[in-house]
């Protein structure tokens, strides 16, 4: 029996900390964890599950549409932001308490506090005050919204966080930012009704992903009736006499809306939360530096998910809080392979990914076959929406692995998930050509490009 309160205490309650939680604990770990919000964390309460939700609610309008091409009338359509809202909020408590309740399940002790480090081995709860000294420290507090906040005018923005409790659907919204998160709250309010605009000061949308991509998804926001608006950014944003706001860009454009959301990118949550006083290192960004195993610089504190800025996902703060459970209670050390992480963007279209874009295979090799095949799925030739989907393959021109494959069109989040595994596995494009395709499905095209539609060589 240590010394300690605990042998580990948990500082956030979200992805990363609950599961590494729950897994040290079932390894026999005296554990504790605190949180400050609720327990979930970003990607239960105000993150993945609330905005899948919201895609969801977005997508019936161009459904209704959709029907009518396939003999249905569907009637006067009403819409109810404030049922949405009720309805997703009872969904995401009932999701708490299970993360609470499977918590509580494995003798975690649960403390409704935000924590702060005093030293390497002592917690502050600040709730009550009350200090608890553990063996080891896992840091898993996550991110915050990055609001910009030299921007005159920046108080009237709302982030993600407000967009998901606003009392009333804005008529008129402006979303700034163009990576994921921007783009999918432009598709919930355009699906919503909501005149929408979307500006990024980039050249293009969805930075990090395949160019190709990037593209589609933009010209297909744009055909929905989404403004975009590229290589600008907001200057100021003033409160009009009747609450609206105005807008002005670097670029000379004045953008007036009810709601500007920003959506510029997220920040480690490592404020006053005391490192110093432990001798925790953190990088430029505040982001906590770790080794491949999670271990900051001080030999008991470790820490997972987005507070460490490696990949800002979901599964991956699950896994890393897992591997680090494993390794320093379950006598099983495994880190975290961060190098092949499928991923989807729900945006409308929706986008899968896995694996090397053209530009990063590029620099891996010159030679490659790129197999890109853009079409119009079935359901659109009855329905008659103008909306393409794509599916591109990178090949090593060499060894013929496949090295991506990337896709934008209806369930190409789901794709994401199997091709994943094939990609894993090491599948080559003569795995993917001697498989017999599922007929008729939008997936089959990737089992029946024959030809390469470019092959470059250095
Ligand atoms: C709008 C949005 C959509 C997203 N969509 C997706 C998606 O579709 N797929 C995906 O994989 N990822 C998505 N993400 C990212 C995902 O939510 C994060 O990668 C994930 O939640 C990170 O987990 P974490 O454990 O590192 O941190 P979090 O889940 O953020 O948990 C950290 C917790 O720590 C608490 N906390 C902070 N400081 C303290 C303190 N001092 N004391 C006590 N508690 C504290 C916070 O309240 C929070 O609950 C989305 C994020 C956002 C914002």
């Known amino acids: 029996m240590s010394d300690y309160d605990y042998d580990l205490f948990v500082i956030g309650g979200g992805s990363g900390g609950v599961r590494a939680a729950r897994i040290a604990a079932t390894h026999g770990a005296r554990v504790g964890i605190a949180e400050e919000y609720r327990y979930g964390g970003t990607c239960v309460i105000r993150g993945c599950v ?12 161009e459904e209704f549409e959709d029907a009518e091409g396939f003999g249905w009338s569907v009637g006067e359509r009403t819409f109810s932001w404030q049922k949405l809202v009720a309805a997703k909020d009872q969904e995401i408590t009932r999701l708490e308490g299970i993360y609470r309740r499977n918590l509580e399940r494995t003798n975690v002790e649960v403390h409704d506090s935000r924590a702060v480090l005093e030293d390497a081995h002592t917690v502050r709860l600040l709730s009550t005050g009350q200090t608890v000294t553990a063996k080891y420290i896992l840091i898993a507090v996550g991110a915050s919204p990055n609001v910009d906040s030299g921007l005159p005018g920046g108080e009237h923005v709302i982030t993600s966080n407000e967009a998901f409790h606003m009392s009333e659907l804005p008529g008129k919204v402006v979303v700034s930012g163009g990576g994921y ?29 395949d160019m190709d991509l990037r593209t ?15 290589n600008d950014t907001f200057a100021s944003i003033d409160k009009m006499p009747d609450g609206s706001l105005l807008g002005k860009t670097s670029g000379g454009k004045i953008l007036s809306a009810d709601r500007i959301m920003f959506a510029i990118g997220r920040n480690p949550h490592t404020r006053d939360l005391g490192l110093e006083r432990a001798g925790v290192e953190v990088d430029g960004s505040g982001a906590i530096r770790v080794t491949p195993d999670s271990r900051t610089n001080v030999d008991n504190i470790y820490a997972v998910g987005d507070v460490t800025n490696r990949a800002n996902l979901t599964p991956v703060a699950i896994r890393e809080g897992h591997a680090f459970a494993d390794t320093v209670f379950g006598g099983n050390p495994w880190t975290v392979d961060h190098s092949l992480i499928a991923t989807a963007v729900f945006s409308q279209p929706e986008m899968g990914t896995v694996g090397l874009t053209q530009e990063e295979a590029l620099k891996r090799t010159p030679d490659l076959d790129i197999y890109k095949s853009s079409f119009r799925p079935m ?37 994401a998930q199997i091709l994943g595994v094939t990609l894993q596995m090491g599948a080559t494009k003569a795995d993917f050509d001697r498989t017999i395709a599922v007929h008729p499905t939008a997936a089959e095209e990737l089992v029946t490009m024959r030809e390469p539609t470019e092959r470059l060589r250095g």
Request: no cysteine; charged share 30%; proline share 2%.
């Open 181 to 209: 998160i921007a783009v999918e709250f432009a598709g919930i309010f355009n699906g919503l009704g909501v005149d929408t605009t979307l500006i990024y000061r980039g050249e293009e949308i969805l930075r990090g992903f």
């Open 50 to 61: 609330p905005k899948k939700l919201f895609v969801y609610a977005s997508k019936f309008s």
């Open 216 to 230: 589609t998804v933009r010209q297909e926001m744009e055909k929905k009736g989404i403004k975009v608006i590229l």
């Open 379 to 415: 359901k659109h030739t009855l329905s008659g929406r103008d909306e393409k989907m794509l599916m591109k393959m990178i090949v090593d021109a060499k060894t013929q692995r496949v090295l991506g494959v990337h896709i934008v069109g209806p369930d190409a989040g789901e794709l």
